[in-house]
């Protein structure tokens, strides 16, 4: 294949692509769960041969879709969405048909220079103060390990990264229960360790207790640990609460610690300005992290790191051997020193397409649906017999359940078999519990309504 079957193919994919999404709907969101069944129709071993791409489009054609769980489906309701926006999609077609590595300024000013640009796009339209700057990393797992590995550095003034942690005090960081597990994941490979995540109790709205956070910093300084930070939840995964961001970063800032605010999902609605009450304060902390590719249909993967002053955050991650000096520029900026891998893709291209095309306002029309939909599913779905929501919608999150956990998963179990909506589960104080999200980018009020019928007509 070189690059004029390319042009051919490229065409051809962009008609198969069309299909597919006009086709969604008809299809079942989640892939079929029989295990084996796409990889046994692969060979065994690797072609010796060139193959026609013929052949290769025609079994891509015939054995990918059926094991998909089809996330641009209208009625995927699972998890969070990774929604993407067509003008998305085309960005990430141009993105790959130039296939920079956007490293150094140098090694393409216009991957820096647009994404710099789309930061302070994003730092607007989220309402954020002047002054915070930033970076997109691939997923809000990253991100946060990138603040956590920062705030280990600032707390031993950098002496982890050259003298290792073995001879250091014992470092202590504090978190809601409701944080997501990325931050049990950072705290692990950032060498702190599970046990010095302190779990902060949560009060009656899911709030971590500022007093419960003051109260665990005091007593782990007494005991001589070393505090270096906190993690906010804005959004949580589970069922989407929020810390209230100006009394914990009070809490923090008055024993002199940095904040990271963990937003990966709800980041995106607070482009809604009715929304930001719900993260006031935030102004406070030091990063804070949001996916655009859940909410804002910048499609997979496009995590945006804000950060109220870089400095330590290159000085922990930034390395600068010989051969990535950048010839006598320093003015510009190497995202490569803000962020764990050294290499980066052209990730802000389809920021840039997707904030256009649709405009802040046409991105809020459908931030502030999902809400609504959400709202009106969840007093539809409590007029059901047997059916209580347990968590009320929290921006377009919900959850609900039945009498006892049996009877709720047998009833998420007969929902997804059918194949009309999908919908996942969660755990909520002890219960089993379905929960619900609405976010995909092409979604409708009828996409909204089917759920109801199914859980109706499954009970
Ligand atoms: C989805 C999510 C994450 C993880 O996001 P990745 O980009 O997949 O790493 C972290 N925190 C919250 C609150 C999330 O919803």
Request: charged share 20%; aromatic share 8%; hydrophobic share 45%.
């Amino acid at each position: 294949m070189n690059h004029d079957d390319l042009r051919i193919w490229s065409k051809r994919a962009a008609d198969w692509a069309h299909d597919y999404h006009a086709t969604l709907r008809d299809r079942p969101v989640r892939a079929p769960l029989i295990p084996g069944a796409i990889a046994r129709q692969l060979p065994e071993v690797p072609p010796e041969a060139p193959e026609p791409i013929e052949a290769i489009f025609g079994d891509f054609a015939r054995i990918v879709p059926p094991g998909l769980t089809h996330w641009q489906h209208p009625r995927f309701f699972a998890y969070f969405p990774a929604n993407a926006s067509p003008a998305s999609m085309l960005a990430e077609q141009l993105a790959n048909a130039i296939a920079a590595q956007g490293m150094l300024w140098q090694t393409s000013p216009a991957v820096t220079e647009i994404e710099q640009v789309m930061i302070d796009w994003l730092r607007q339209a989220l309402g954020l103060a002047e002054g915070f700057t930033g970076t997109i990393h691939d997923s809000a797992t990253t991100a946060t390990l990138s603040a956590i590995l920062t705030m280990r550095e600032q707390a031993l003034d950098w002496a982890g990264l050259t003298e290792g942690l073995s001879s250091q005090p014992r470092l202590r960081l504090y978190a809601s229960a409701e944080t997501h597990s990325s931050i049990d994941k950072a705290v692990r490979i950032a060498g702190i360790g599970q046990s010095n995540l302190v779990k902060i109790p949560t009060d009656a709205s899911l709030s971590m207790r500022p007093e419960a956070l003051d109260a665990a910093i005091t007593a782990d300084l007494a005991a001589g640990f070393q505090p270096i930070g906190v993690v906010l939840c804005a959004g949580g995964t589970s069922v989407g609460a929020f810390d209230r961001m100006g009394a914990c970063i009070a809490v923090a800032k008055s024993h002199g610690l940095p904040v990271h605010v963990d937003a990966a999902w709800a980041g995106s609605a607070m482009i809604c300005p009715e929304f930001r009450t719900l993260w006031d304060g935030v102004d406070g902390a030091d990063s804070i992290v949001f996916n655009p590719h859940k909410w804002l249909g910048a499609q997979f993967d496009c995590a945006v790191q804000f950060l109220r002053d870089p400095t330590p955050q290159v000085k922990t991650l930034g390395l600068r051997p010989t051969y990535l000096e950048t010839a006598g520029r320093e003015e510009v900026v190497n995202f490569n020193e803000w962020t764990v891998p050294l290499g980066r893709r052209f990730r802000a291209l389809k920021l840039w397409f997707t904030l256009r095309a649709y405009g802040l306002e046409g991105l809020r029309a459908r931030i502030r649906n999902h809400v609504t939909w959400s709202r009106e599913l969840a007093a539809a779905l409590a007029e059901l017999p047997g059916v209580s929501i347990v968590t009320h919608p929290s921006l377009s999150l919900f959850t609900f359940a039945l009498q006892d956990d049996a009877a709720t998963e047998a009833l998420l179990a007969r929902i997804n078999g059918d194949g009309r909506v999908y919908l996942t589960q969660t755990r909520h104080q002890g219960r089993y519990v379905i929960r619900v999200q609405i976010g995909q980018f092409d979604c409708t009020q009828e996409d909204v309504c089917m759920v109801e019928q199914v859980v109706r007509a499954f009970l």
